[in-house]
């Protein structure tokens, strides 16, 4: 399959102002450097769906504006469909869609039905193509009477099913997803990350999204790039992170016994009430097999489960090995 | 080009429906309007009039000139904020540059208000002073022409005041400026034949603001409209020079752009 995708040892640094006295900050100003991004190289293929993870300030959202034609990066290369972003922002415009969470595409005191038909003529859509398109994204995003409403007027979980009609409006080949789902309730997160999956599997368009929502990477994205301090920490397919970078299980025992001892290397207790008891294993030290023996051996059990930790924690635990290689 | 067609478009049905806004600009032109009108009329009076220039040529002349700062949008102000709030890194990544989808907004919202101003706007000044000019009514249409050109220049500058934010943060003062600037070489309260010989002959030749103002007000001034087609043939040029330095530092304004978090 071909790269859609191809970004090699990028490096965008920041200029900020030191702070300093009137004088000298007029006459002689300080700036210290920030390098947000720095090195980093990787390449989607076409249809891929890839999730861009890391803490705030890690260099996420500056790697997106690179890739989508908005910032110039200091130095390295990137090539999306055969075009750099930053020199053929008008042609590249034509290749992808975004959707910013925290801005608007939309005409605010226009409904958004009059946005997509400028941004149609924007792109330059044949009329019947636009209308047919416009129509099936509408239908797919059940928002018929959204498009209608004046943007002003929408909740926010609206607005962003609007911003990603507008997106993919054109049918772009990659659709730059930024922190798509923030601030959106549970509901909404859900209905945004099964439309977004649903275009792209439709489509065959290719995804990069950045997000803090560990559940946006695991319901859209097939592979996570998780980046910290400008540097790629990990690049894994999304079902390899729980292996790759955690050990750890939780197992949740109901017991006929009110409580019992389980005092084992590895072993740790993350809850306990009578007759239940919820336990962290670091199975490099025990196994979950050896734990539920010992544990059998003490009481009846009335349920066992074991689970994998939250992908938060995953996560967590990937900052905290990416931060140690940094230092 | 059509696309930029239908950004004027949307922009002109924007404009319209803020009613609020216009009527408001639109009063305070009609005081300014009055303003000015009275003071010249003081000054008649007063006999420190120019002699050769009536006193209905000079009403309209003050007029049409304040009518000009109205008839376009506060462009500089939407860009200045467009660079401060981060959103001009937003538009560099659709299919149309910025820089003329933004001027060809502000040319949208321009139509709106020649709608008014030149219907409206020009039937009160005419109540108010109670006639034509001298050169009659074909002479106030060509100077509404060559307003609307230097309203494209002006939009020009106001493109370039607002895109200045990206050096010095803050695109007021130097809109303020160039406002000044307007004001004192323009020609807006003061006709250019009436400014002291060095300034008025040489000086204000070199500059684009006295084309934008001066010169096509003193079409009701000079007694015949001759100058019409090398006025305009002077603004077309500080169009052209105008938007090909806009593009220019648009070109520059594009490695600044900066846009942290997220």
């Known amino acids: 399959m071909k790269s859609s995708i191809l970004v090699e040892n990028l490096v965008k640094t920041f200029k900020i102002r030191r702070k300093a006295g009137l004088l000298k900050s007029l006459f002689a100003p300080e700036y210290e450097t920030l390098r947000a991004v720095d090195g980093i190289s990787f390449a989607l293929k076409e249809g891929e769906r890839v999730a861009f993870v890391g803490p705030n300030g890690a260099g996420k959202s500056t790697t997106i504006k690179i890739l989508s034609g908005i910032l110039y990066p200091d130095s390295g290369s990137v090539e999306i469909g055969g075009l750099v972003p930053w020199k053929d922002r008008q042609k590249l415009a034509y290749k992808i869609g975004t959707v910013f969470g925290q801005r608007s595409q939309l005409w605010y005191h226009l409904p958004a039905r009059d946005t997509f038909e400028l941004l149609s003529y924007a792109y330059e859509m044949d009329r019947d193509d636009f209308k047919k398109r416009s129509d099936e994204l509408i239908d797919a995003f059940s928002a018929g009477a959204i498009v209608e409403k004046p943007v002003r007027q929408l909740s926010l979980g609206e607005r962003m099913r609007c911003e990603i009609i507008a997106s993919l409006l054109h049918r772009p080949k990659i659709l730059f997803l930024d ?32 997000s803090h929502d560990t559940g946006d990477m695991e319901r859209v994205c097939d592979r996570v790039i998780v980046i910290d301090y400008g540097h790629m920490v990990t690049d894994k397919p999304v079902r390899d992170l729980r292996s790759g970078f955690i050990r750890d299980k939780i197992v949740t025992l109901a017991m006929k016994e009110e409580s019992i001892d389980l005092s084992l290397m590895g072993v740790k207790i993350v809850e306990h009430q009578p007759h ?25 059990m009335i349920d066992i489960t074991v689970e994998d930790p939250p992908m938060e924690e995953i996560i967590k635990a990937i900052y905290a090995n990416g931060a140690k290689a940094a230092c | 080009m059509l696309k930029y067609f239908h950004f004027a478009r949307i922009a002109f049905g924007d404009h319209m429906s803020n009613r609020l806004r216009m009527f408001t600009r639109f009063l305070i032109y ?9 003071m010249w009329r003081v000054i008649y009076h007063s006999g420190h009039a120019p002699h050769d220039i009536p006193f209905v040529d000079m009403a309209w002349y003050m007029g049409i000139a304040q009518m000009m ?4 949008p506060r462009l500089f102000v939407i860009i200045d904020d467009d660079v401060r709030s981060g959103n001009l890194g937003y538009f560099l990544n659709r299919p149309i540059p910025y820089l003329w989808m933004r001027f060809t907004e502000g040319g949208g919202a321009l139509c709106g208000n020649v709608l008014i101003y030149y219907s409206a706007g020009t039937l009160l000044a005419y109540l108010y002073i109670g006639e034509l000019p001298s050169n009659g009514w074909g002479a106030l249409v060509l100077v509404m022409v060559l307003i609307f050109v230097a309203s494209l220049i002006h939009l020009l500058f106001q493109v370039i005041s607002g895109l200045s934010a990206l050096w010095t943060n803050d695109a007021i003062f130097i809109y303020h400026s160039y406002q000044k600037m307007f004001l004192l070489l323009g020609g807006i309260y003061v006709p250019i034949s ?13 500059l684009p603001f006295a084309a934008m103002v001066g010169d096509p007000c003193s079409l009701f001034l000079s007694g015949h409209t001759d100058g019409f087609w090398s006025i305009l043939a002077l603004q077309i040029f500080w169009l052209i020079a105008v938007g090909a330095g806009a593009w220019a530092m648009f070109g520059r304004a594009l490695r600044k752009v900066e846009i942290n978090g997220g």
């Open chain 1, 179 to 210: 922190e798509p789902t923030v601030g959106l309730d549970v509901v909404s997160k859900g209905i945004i990350r099964d439309l977004v999956k649903r275009a792209s599997e439709e489509d065959g368009t290719t995804v990069l999204l950045t």
């Open chain 1, 276 to 300: 239940q008891v919820k336990l962290s294993i670091d199975t490099a030290h025990t196994s979950v097999e050896f734990l539920l023996q010992h544990a059998m051996q003490k009481s009846a």
């Open chain 2, 30 to 38: 009609l005081v300014l309007l009055w303003v000015m009108v009275e």
């Open chain 2, 69 to 72: 700062f109205f008839l376009s």
């Open chain 2, 194 to 206: 009436l400014y002291p010989d060095f300034m008025g002959g040489t000086f204000l030749k070199f």
